[in-house]
């Protein structure tokens, strides 16, 4: 596979860009998850992930994949819907957020992180490892952060206008895998063009989002789950334990519309 950095993203801007000094690539990052998801709102602590999509770089290579979609419980926003193309259909069958999440966070290892405002993506995550006890402490890059400091004049740094800005084709926005992967040739691009004269901007730093305090599922709530659950004989349910209140009563709430009440 094509070294990234050797490579214009996609046809970008500065078709003549020659390979970067050996001294000034040995110093930029080459080795990162790039990643984005997807969810159902803005609030880490009452939205709800459904995709997750992240690729691999090792020395500017694409070393591995990781695409997931992750079943919310509850129906979909329509403006969710209409924005991603993700249907209520397209979840229905697929896997609980507690499995994905220790998958995905074993799959990042201890690389450095990159998203485009990928603080967003990054309380969500850290929210989810939080409730199931698992430690989410990373060092990440921000294009966004970037762009807004190396391209002050551009009226918009969205994903889409950067995009469009270094030619770099992302035939489906708004999708996780596919945004993480214009991210990261996004990244690119702004090394080749930046990074000679301002190494410093590309540092990566340490990302932090404190995580509310979560109430967990109570006693009486965990009961009548439990005993719903095995009066419906409903299988491949998460861990119960690893629920929050609200989330108890969404799950409770979507068997019952679903399923009926227990007689």
Same mark, same amino acid.
């Given at each position: 596979?094509?070294?990234?950095?050797?490579?214009?993203?996609?046809?970008?801007?500065?078709?003549?860009?020659?390979?970067?000094?050996?001294?000034?690539?040995?110093?930029?990052?080459?080795?990162?998850?790039?990643?984005?998801?997807?969810?159902?709102?803005?609030?880490?602590?009452?939205?709800?992930? @459904? &995709?997750?999509?992240?690729?691999?770089?090792?020395? %500017?290579?694409?070393? *591995?994949?990781?695409?997931? +979609? #992750?079943?919310?419980?509850?129906?979909?926003?329509?403006?969710?819907?209409?924005?991603?193309?993700?249907?209520?259909?397209?979840?229905?069958?697929?896997?609980?957020?507690?499995?994905?999440?220790?998958?995905? @966070? &074993?799959?990042?290892?201890?690389?450095?992180?990159? %998203?485009?405002?990928? *603080?967003?993506?990054?309380? +969500? #995550?850290?929210?989810?490892?939080?409730?199931?006890?698992?430690?989410?402490?990373?060092?990440?890059?921000?294009?966004?952060?970037?762009?807004?400091?190396?391209?002050?004049?551009?009226?918009?740094?969205?994903?889409?206008?950067?995009?469009?800005?270094?030619?770099?084709?992302?035939?489906?926005?708004?999708?996780?895998?596919?945004?993480?992967?214009?991210?990261?040739?996004?990244?690119?691009?702004?090394?080749?063009?930046?990074?000679?004269?301002?190494?410093?901007?590309?540092?990566?730093?340490?990302?932090?989002?404190?995580?509310?305090?979560?109430?967990?599922?109570?006693?009486?709530?965990?009961?009548?789950?439990?005993?719903?659950?095995?009066?419906?004989?409903?299988?491949?349910?998460?861990?119960?334990?690893?629920?929050?209140?609200?989330?108890?009563?969404?799950?409770?709430?979507?068997?019952?519309?679903?399923?009926?009440?227990?007689?």
């Amino acid at each position: 596979m094509a070294n990234l950095f050797m490579v214009n993203a996609m046809g970008a801007r500065g078709e003549g860009q020659k390979e970067m000094d050996k001294a000034i690539k040995k110093e930029r990052i080459t080795s990162f998850v790039c990643f984005d998801i997807e969810t159902t709102g803005l609030c880490p602590e009452s939205d709800r992930i @459904i &995709e997750i999509g992240a690729l691999k770089v090792k020395d %500017g290579k694409i070393i *591995e994949g990781f695409h997931e +979609f #992750i079943n919310p419980l509850i129906k979909l926003p329509e403006n969710i819907i209409k924005l991603t193309g993700i249907t209520d259909e397209m979840l229905q069958h697929t896997k609980m957020e507690d499995m994905v999440i220790q998958h995905f @966070i &074993e799959f990042m290892e201890d690389y450095i992180v990159m %998203g485009h405002n990928v *603080e967003f993506d990054y309380s +969500f #995550i850290r929210t989810a490892a939080n409730k199931l006890h698992l430690s989410f402490e990373k060092m990440g890059i921000d294009t966004l952060k970037l762009c807004r400091k190396l391209l002050p004049h551009l009226e918009s740094k969205s994903l889409a206008n950067m995009c469009s800005y270094y030619n770099i084709i992302n035939n489906n926005a708004h999708r996780a895998y596919d945004d993480a992967k214009a991210t990261a040739l996004l990244y690119v691009s702004l090394c080749n063009e930046f990074f000679s004269d301002k190494p410093e901007a590309f540092s990566p730093g340490p990302l932090w989002f404190k995580v509310k305090k979560i109430q967990s599922i109570t006693n009486k709530q965990k009961k009548y789950l439990i005993d719903l659950i095995k009066y419906h004989k409903i299988e491949n349910i998460q861990s119960i334990d690893s629920l929050t209140q609200s989330e108890a009563s969404r799950m409770i709430d979507k068997i019952i519309l679903e399923k009926g009440r227990m007689i």
